[in-house]
């Protein structure tokens, strides 16, 4: 593929994966008092909806990871989106929190037919640059989020939650689910099947259970678990903690915005650095990071202050993502990625989001706002993450 088509692939990955991601980071953050003070439900409820989207995630990555051998990239991008704006437009009638968690498992999990494949892509486009070439994809996907919030918290104060989801859900169609439609395989331009994988690369292929004994795998899985979990709560928590400090929506939707600039620059620029550092150290650095600012948070009370100690958080959490990309590629082979990464994002999918909005959530409902003992065990996640992702190492295939 010459340098022109590259660029037209990679552009039109990013324009496919945008609504996805504004959708999972963006939507639950602005719907959060909404649907508390709509539905009379508490934090807990509300927390509970980032578990379903996580579950929805967990169940499809890996099942994308074995599709895309057998299916064209496009058509699964293409029907993910398709599927991910039908349940936006549905979650508009919504009428209790269960119609909230149906969207929630729904988007969960055909945003994983759009993520694998458009991560998979990048990678075989610019095998050099997988750090950066992922790290813009996942900007385009975390970041959206920081575009589309004000966007969709204007819809929401001024015409409702109809018309919001549906004018969202007729742009992610227009937009995202069109663009799909003109990506190709980087090694075929016609969209036939993919290129065969070698008989060097088939001898490097590793099977579930031979995945499941490798140590480096584990110690990843857990850093999903983890560092997923402590990532993920901010969005919630952005609400939940902005309306603990007595601001309104329009106020505390900053602190939703700093934690998405952050993860989605985050993505980009910690995705350069992977194409230069050592994987491990960037994230053990952005996981240290983000730790410390859950401690000072305990202690913050302004909005400029809680907005830039969340942009921290979005900030390794943005690094995970980018990084893990290259890493998992590096440490088990290029041609492992989709099935490994699929099944490190069970640990996302699975623990994450009951270790974190589901459990933090809890805790407040059950401590009247107790939001210390939340930051703490939070910051505890990304420490014990720390250790984890310094002590991986590629795996020996000789």
């Known amino acids: 593929m010459n340098s022109r088509l590259k660029r037209k692939n990679f552009l039109l990955c990013c324009v496919a994966i945008f609504f996805a991601g504004s959708f999972v980071f963006g939507f639950p953050g602005v719907m959060a008092s909404y649907w508390q003070e709509t539905f009379d439900v508490g934090k807990e409820d509300v927390g509970r909806l980032m578990f379903f989207i996580l579950i929805g995630t967990g169940c499809s990555m890996y099942l994308t990871g074995k599709l895309q051998e057998k299916i064209k990239y496009h058509y699964l991008i293409f029907f993910g989106n398709f599927i991910c704006a039908v349940a936006m437009f549905c979650a508009g009638f919504a009428t209790s929190m269960t119609g909230a968690y149906v969207w929630a498992v729904v988007t969960g999990f055909f945003c994983g037919f759009v993520y694998i494949p458009v991560l998979t892509i990048v990678q075989h486009l610019y095998p050099e640059n997988k750090g950066i070439s992922t790290g813009m994809v996942n900007l385009l996907f975390g970041g959206s989020a920081a575009i589309v ?135 053990m650095v952005c996981f240290l990071i983000s730790g410390s600012a859950y401690i000072i948070l305990i202690f913050s009370t302004n909005l400029v202050v809680v907005s830039l100690l969340a942009a921290c958080v979005g900030l390794a959490f943005g690094a995970m993502f980018a990084v893990s990309a290259p890493l998992v590629s590096n440490c088990f082979g290029l041609v492992n990625f989709g099935r490994i990464f699929g099944l490190v994002f069970t640990a996302y999918g699975f623990v994450a989001g009951f270790l974190g909005p589901w459990l933090s959530g809890f805790i407040l409902d059950l401590n009247s706002g107790n939001f210390p003992v939340v930051f703490i065990y939070l910051a505890l996640f990304y420490f014990i993450a720390s250790v984890f992702i310094i002590k991986i190492k590629p795996v020996d295939f000789s």
Not at 162 to 184: D, K
């Open 149 to 283: 919030s004000p966007f969709l918290t204007i819809l929401l104060l001024s015409y409702g939650a109809v018309v919001m989801t549906s004018i969202a859900a007729l742009l992610c169609l227009a937009i995202s689910a069109a663009a799909s439609f003109f990506i190709r395989s980087p090694d075929n331009v016609s969209g036939e099947k993919q290129k065969p994988v070698t008989a060097e690369d088939q001898s490097r292929i590793l099977s579930f259970k031979e995945t499941l004994r490798l140590k480096p795998f584990w110690l990843l899985w857990g850093v999903w678990a983890l560092a997923g979990a402590g990532g993920i709560s901010m969005i919630p928590l952005s609400a939940s903690y902005g309306g603990f400090l007595g601001l309104s929506l329009d106020q505390y939707v900053w602190i939703l915005i700093g934690f998405s600039i952050t993860n989605g620059a985050g993505r980009l620029i910690c995705g350069r650095l992977a194409d230069y550092f050592a994987h491990q150290k960037i994230l």
